[in-house]
C-alpha cells in the first residue's frame, strides 16, 4: 500500500519485497535480485519519457526478445510431448535450464571489488575466469541476457547505487579476450558519462514514471 500510494520509492519497494522473500546480503545464494529496467544501451541520449527505453515487464529477462520468445515455447512444447512421468530419466517441461540469480552471478556483478574479486577466484578454483566471460560491458550483459537461452540473470541493488562496483579500483589482471581486448572498467553506454553518471541515469530509470507505473509486472 506504501508504493501503491507514492510514499515509498521503487527501489525501497523492492527492498521490502525481497526482505518479505527471505532474499539478505549476508548469502550470495539469496542475494537480492533487482530488475534490468532498461533496454536501450546504444543511444547518445537516454529518454525516459520513450516506452521503447525500457524492458518489457511483462515478460522475464529471457524472454523480451520476440524470436527468443518463440524459441523458449517451442522447446516446452517439445518437452511436454517427450515428457513421461513414469521415467526417471524423463525432463519435466520448463522454459529455462538456468536461473535468474544465483551465487556464481552475484559474484559476476561484483567481482572488481573485494571481497568478491576472492570469492570469485574461490569459485573458479583458485583462478580468475576466461576473460571472455567476465563481466565487461553493460551492453554487451543485456544483449546476453535477451538472446543467450542459457543467460537469463536479473541485476543487483549495488547496480542502482554503487559506481565502485563499475571501475576495477584494485587495478586487478583480468585477461585480455580473444579479440585482444583487456578486461579494466566496465564499459558503459554512450549515455553515461563516467560510473557516477551511469548509476544517477539508472536510478533515476528505477523511479521514472514508466517504471512505476510497470513494475508490478515483474
Known amino acids: 500500500e506504501a508504493w501503491a500510494n507514492r510514499e515509498i520509492s521503487n527501489f525501497e519497494y523492492l527492498m521490502r519485497l525481497n526482505t518479505i522473500a527471505g532474499r539478505t546480503y549476508n548469502d550470495l545464494g539469496q542475494y537480492p535480485i533487482f530488475p534490468w529496467v532498461l533496454a536501450d544501451y546504444t543511444s547518445d541520449v537516454l529518454d525516459l519519457k520513450n516506452p521503447a527505453t525500457f524492458r518489457d515487464f511483462l515478460w522475464p529477462i529471457g524472454a523480451q526478445d520476440p524470436k527468443q520468445r518463440d524459441t523458449l515455447f517451442s522447446k516446452y512444447r517439445d518437452l511436454v510431448q517427450n515428457y513421461d512421468p513414469d521415467d526417471e530419466i524423463s525432463l519435466p517441461p520448463f522454459h529455462y535450464g538456468t536461473h535468474y540469480s544465483v551465487a556464481g552471478f552475484v559474484v559476476w556483478y561484483l567481482m572488481r571489488c573485494e571481497p568478491y574479486t576472492s570469492l570469485h577466484i574461490q569459485l573458479q578454483d583458485g583462478r580468475i575466469d576466461r576473460a571472455d566471460r567476465l563481466f565487461d560491458s553493460i551492453a554487451a550483459a543485456w544483449k546476453g541476457c535477451t538472446t543467450n537461452p542459457s543467460d537469463a540473470k536479473e541485476l543487483i541493488p549495488e547496480l542502482y547505487y554503487n ?14 579476450t580473444q579479440g585482444h581486448k583487456k578486461i579494466d572498467h566496465i564499459v558503459l ?11 544517477f541515469k539508472h536510478r533515476e530509470a528505477l523511479e521514472s514514471e514508466y517504471v512505476s507505473r510497470h513494475l508490478h509486472h515483474w
Not at 165 to 176: D, K, R, S
Not at 189 to 199: L, Q, T
Request: glycine fraction near 4%; charge should be negative; avoid cysteine.
Open 163 to 176: 559506481p565502485d562496483i563499475l571501475v576495477n579500483i584494485n587495478e586487478v589482471n583480468f585477461g585480455t
Open 189 to 199: 553506454p554512450k549515455w553515461a558519462k563516467d560510473p557516477h553518471d551511469f548509476i
